[in-house]
Structure formats: structure tokens, C-alpha cells
């Protein structure tokens, strides 16, 4: 079934944007009465009817209401570098909110590749990729963070710091408990400075290793991502 973005949804009576309109009537070529799905990125997923097929106001009628559709007991939060090559940090975002991401944090370091970054570009990634794989909540995407500006932040969960020196570090998948919050902190291709790594230690972060293979930024931020998410699935 196809799924459209409504993030002003509220009343039963909705009207798609011009865009969404577009690709309702003349690429899916749908019409009056089929059904489709609608998300608003805050939890709602609906089933809606379409009662007026124009291409440029598209108008549907809902018909059924999910509430805080696929909410977890647990958050992930991910600050990661972003990459030189816009197009794999992209990839990071569709996969991670793919999988169940909730908040990222591009991150300014001190070996950062990219400290520029265009949001409405990479919202509408997280947009197409929520919309992908039926996800009724979008995570939230902040601007470019400094690595001291989030390591200061309260935050209620647990705190990891990956990266690849030779220290003593766990698992992400041992060190992390079920049920809890989780941020966790990665890297740009020259990892972090060893100072900013002990700085983090002293805020409460741990040290954690992702696999036993030196992995790219992007992967990196997948693998934390799909960790977390598959350790809360299990019973």
C-alpha cells in the first residue's frame, strides 16, 4: 500500500500538498477510492480514502487511526561525524531510520571531514526512507553539534564512545542494558582525537567497540544503531 507524509494531519478531512498530490495522481496513477496510508512523523498511521483524485489538491477522507504507532520503551541517539562524501552520510540516515533511529546529532570533531551540512536536503532522506519502511515516527535531526557542546548535554540513558584505539573498551552489545536510553558517540574516518576521548570518559561516557573490523563512519553508525535495536528484541 502506498504511504504519503502528512506531517499537519489533524482532522479526518485531509488534503494532500502539491507534491504529494503529484505523485498520488500522475505517478502511482491512483484514483478515487483506493486507499492508501498516511504518516505524520509524530506516531500517527492512518488508512485514508481518496474522495477527490486531482492532481494538485489530492483530498482523502480517514478511515482508520493508529496512535503512537510502532512506539519503543527505549530511545536511540546517535552523534556522528558526517562524512566528505555527502551521499554516504545519507546512507546512514536512511538506514538508521529505517531500522528505528530517534535523534541524530551531526557532529563537529576535532578531525571532522564536513562541518557544513544542508538540512532540507537530508530531512527529505529521512522522509523517503520513514515513508520506506512504514515508520509512523521521523527522528529528529539537529543541526551540527560540537563533540564538547554534546558531551555536556543531560542526557537520561546510557553513553558510549566508539572508536578504534587499542584501549580497553566492550562491546557495544555487552556493555549496553536492555530497556535503557542510549547515545552513543561516532567518529569521522580519522576517529577522534585521543583527547577528545578521554574528555568523554570524564562525562560519564563508555568505551565501546562496534566489531572487530575497522569499519567506515556511515557503517559504524548502522551497525550502533542495529545493535540496540536487536538486543531490545530479544526476550
Not at 130 to 149: E, G, R, V, Y
Not at 216 to 228: K, N
Request: proline share 3%; with cysteine.
Amino acid at each position: 500500500m502506498h504511504i504519503f507524509y502528512t506531517p499537519d494531519l489533524i482532522a479526518d478531512d485531509y488534503t494532500l500538498n502539491e507534491t504529494e498530490s503529484k505523485h498520488c495522481v500522475k505517478v502511482l496513477r491512483l484514483k478515487e477510492n483506493d486507499v492508501i496510508q498516511l504518516i505524520d512523523g509524530k506516531g500517527k498511521l492512518c488508512l485514508a480514502k481518496i474522495v477527490d483524485a486531482s492532481p494538485k489538491y489530492c483530498a482523502v477522507k480517514i478511515i482508520e487511526t493508529e496512535i503512537n504507532s510502532g512506539k519503543k520503551n527505549y530511545s536511540v541517539s546517535i552523534a556522528i561525524a558526517p562524512t566528505k562524501n555527502i551521499n554516504r552520510f545519507e546512507t546512514f540516515l536512511e538506514k538508521a531510520t529505517e531500522i528505528g533511529i530517534d535523534e541524530i546529532y551531526p557532529l563537529k570533531t576535532a578531525f571532522s571531514e564536513r562541518v557544513v551540512i544542508k538540512l532540507d536536503r537530508l530531512e527529505k532522506v529521512i522522509i523517503s526512507a520513514a515513508k520506506q519502511s512504514i515508520k509512523a515516527f521521523l527522528p529528529t535531526l539537529n543541526d551540527i553539534t560540537d563533540f564538547k557542546t554534546i558531551i555536556k548535554n543531560n542526557f537520561d540513558g546510557q553513553k558510549f564512545i566508539a572508536h578504534c584505539y587499542d584501549t580497553a573498551k566492550e562491546n557495544l552489545a555487552d556493555a549496553y542494558i536492555k530497556g535503557n536510553n542510549a547515545l552513543i558517540l561516532i567518529g569521522p574516518e580519522g576517529d577522534f582525537s585521543i583527547e577528545e576521548v578521554e574528555k568523554a570518559k570524564t562525562f560519564g561516557f563508555i568505551e565501546v567497540s562496534l566489531s572487530t573490523s575497522r569499519l567506515r563512519t556511515e557503517t559504524a553508525g548502522i551497525v550502533a544503531c542495529d545493535t540496540i535495536h536487536i538486543l531490545n528484541l530479544k526476550k
